[in-house]
Structure formats: C-alpha cells, structure tokens
C-alpha cells in the first residue's frame, strides 16, 4: 500500500482548494445558453457552450447554475431589458465565480448578467441578415410588387391552432361591410427549430397555385419573444423577398420587427391588423368604384341635357327653315301641280287616241274580216293547211267560211 495515496474526496478538496485560490474573483464570460431549466425550488440549472464559429461545433462546455434568490430578480431584470426571457439558444455575458465541488464538480456560479450584450447580438445578427439581403439586391423585391386594388383572394400561412389565425379569419368574416374574402390555409409550425423550413415550405406549396391567390399572408399570436429570432432568418427572408406575390406580415409583436416583417411587401402589427388593413383596402377600392359610378351618372346627366337643349335648338330651326321653305316654293308648287294636271291630261288623251286606232286595226286583220273579204282558211285535224305537200289522197279536210264549214276529202292532187 502506498501511504502517499489520497481518497477521491481529498483529491476534490484539493482541486477546491486549488481553484479557490487561483480563481478567487468573478469573471465576465461570453457563452451561449443550452438545457435551461428551473427547479421546484426556484434554482436556475443550465449549460454554458461556445460554438467554433464556421463549424458551430461545440469547443467548449461548463455547467451553470443561478440561485433563485439571484435568478428572481435577474430573469425579470433580462426580460424588461431584451424583451428575451431567460431560455436556450442565446448569447449572453454573464459574472460567474468558478466553483468546484467535491460531490458535483466544476460549475460556474452566475451572479450577474449584461442584457446589453445580448441585445446587441441579436441586433447584430439581424443587421447581417439585412446587409446580406441588400448586397444581393433583393431586399425589396417583394415591396415592389402590385397589390390588387380588391385583394381578397388570400393564402394565408399559419398555425392552424393558433389564436391569432382564428382572430384573422374571425375580423375578415364577420366585417361589417359584407366584403367578401377566400381565404386558404397552408398550415406552418410557427415556433420552434422547424419554424423556417416549414414556412418556406408552405411558400413552396402557394407557389404552385399563386394564379389562384391576390396575396399571401403570414400570422403569428402573442407568445414568448424570443421566438422571434426564427423569423430573423436569412433563408426564410431570402424567400419571402423573392416571392412573385405580395406578402403581408402580422407576426403578433407590436414592438419588435423581425426580418421578415422588414422585406415583407407590407407589415401589420397582429394577424387582427391584417385583417383591418384588407378591409380598409377592398373599402377603398369599393369607394372608387362607388365615385367613378356619381361620377359617370352625372357626367351621363350633364351630356343628356346639353344634347337636348341642342336637339330642342334644332327643331325649332327645322320647323322655322320648313315653314320658309314652304312658303317661298308655295308658287312653284301650286304651276308644277297645273303643269303636271295639264301634262296628265295630254297624255291620257293620247293614250286613248292610241288604244282606239290600236282596236280599229285589231278588228280589221281579225280572221273574221279577213274571211268575209272572200278568204278561206283549210284544216287538217284542227290545224291550218298552209302547203299542198302536207295533204295525202283521201285525207279528210276542213274549209272554213266566214258564214260556216264544209267537210271534204282530197281524191285528186295536182301540182
């Protein structure tokens, strides 16, 4: 047996010991946050992590721990500054004393917190999202689209569940003006990792059927504020700006503006100003529809009365030009109506003359006169014998006279 040996416990004690005096002071450390969670007893226990900033892998590790007569006042004090409540996934710097526990270990003790620093993170990040945005010029894309003047065919991207969702469709059904509104719901996760990639896939399935739909709209509820940071992505941003219709944001925080509210074609403050904002649009489209329609019937009025007053203006013309005109040819009329009386009468006259010599000759080449004058007429079967070469021997004939008819038959012919 080695006498210079120690137990675990002596060992700890020593490492203690050994920190205790080599680190006797708080430091200010820059982490980020991961597993925070609090006990029944109020005590705060989390992970403080430091990624590799171009791999994100974890490089460094320590566990943390917030007493709850510190983490009380702290947390509220974080919140009221960030609008962040105290959680995973953000960059802090926080004072810690390190501590190490013969039982427990190593462990940093938070006695402080800066939210300076943190708000500042976030607002870093979010400047380098929208400076990336502005570099590939497509920050404002999406604002550079038409909006509709009656825009009332709505794809809508939100969590089905979600009470800002139904406060939306609740404002749009039951306003007011009777304005009718089609909305389609493409359901999204709208918390959470998933929160980016099933937006943009939602944009994805819109994408497909965007002939169908005027706008899309993106609505999100009140909740816990650091939720926000999904809709700071530059992915989910990037898809928004380039998007052939116009989206209208109404993420639910009045205060904060996220990146996707900053390219969006227009921002509300909650799905409910949405709601109102397309309301006032379709009651502004109805109005100039409602003033062109005054305006086309008084325009209509106007030329109405303007042409009658000329048509009135001509009439009165026509008939006082007619009665002139009446009056200067009333001479004329009345020799043109002897002329044409004396004109009618010559010619019936000669009409007549016409038809009386016309009857004379008439009754004079008729076959009865012509009979009398000592003529005859012979006829075969009916019809005139005008030749010899048409009658046979004893072919039977006929001779008319003017006073009667003889029966006979050829029994000599002699040329």
Known sequence: MNDSSMTLSELNFQVKQAISS?????????????????????????????????????????????????????????????????????????KISVEFHELYGYSLNVVDIDPVYTVGDIARNRQMVIKQLEDEGIINLNKELFLPELTNRIAVISSPTAAGYGDFCDQLDKNTYGIVFYQKLFPAKMQGDQTESSIIEALDKIYQYRELFDCVVVVRGGG????????????????????????????????????????????????????????????????????????????????IQDEWSNVVLLSRGLIQKSQLFISDNR????????????????????????????????????????????????????????????????????????????????INKQW
């Open 22 to 94: 080599q680190l006797p002071d708080a430091y200010w450390v820059r982490a980020e946050t991961s597993d925070v969670r609090r006990n029944q007893n109020g005590h705060c226990y989390l992970e403080f992590v430091e990624k590799d900033p171009v791999s994100h892998a974890i490089i460094a590790k320590a566990r943390g721990i917030i007493w709850s007569n510190i983490f009380q006042f702290l947390s509220i004090y974080f919140q009221e500054q960030t609008g962040l409540p105290f959680s995973s996934g953000l960059n802090v710097m926080v």
């Open 331 to 410: 001479s004329s009329i009345a020799q043109l109506s002897l002329n044409l009386n004396h004109v009618s009468k010559n010619l019936i006259q000669v009409q007549k003359h016409q038809l009386t010599n016309n009857e004379q000759y008439i009754k004079m080449v008729s076959p009865e006169n012509i009979l009398k004058r000592g003529y005859t007429l012979t006829l075969k079967n009916g019809k005139i014998i005008t030749s010899t070469e048409i009658l046979k021997i004893n072919d039977e004939i006929e001779t008319v006279f003017w006073d009667g008819k003889v029966q006979s038959e050829v």
């Open 224 to 303: 816990a504020t650091s939720e926000l940071s999904y809709f700071d992505s530059y992915e989910l941003a990037s898809n928004i700006a380039q998007f052939p219709l116009p989206i209208i944001s109404g993420i639910g925080h009045e205060r904060d503006v996220t990146v996707v509210d900053y390219v969006a074609h227009t921002r509300a403050k909650t799905p409910t100003a949405v709601a109102e904002f397309l309301i006032a649009k379709a009651l502004e489209s109805m109005q100039s529809v409602y003033d062109l329609q005054d305006r086309l019937v008084s325009e209509t009025q106007n030329l």
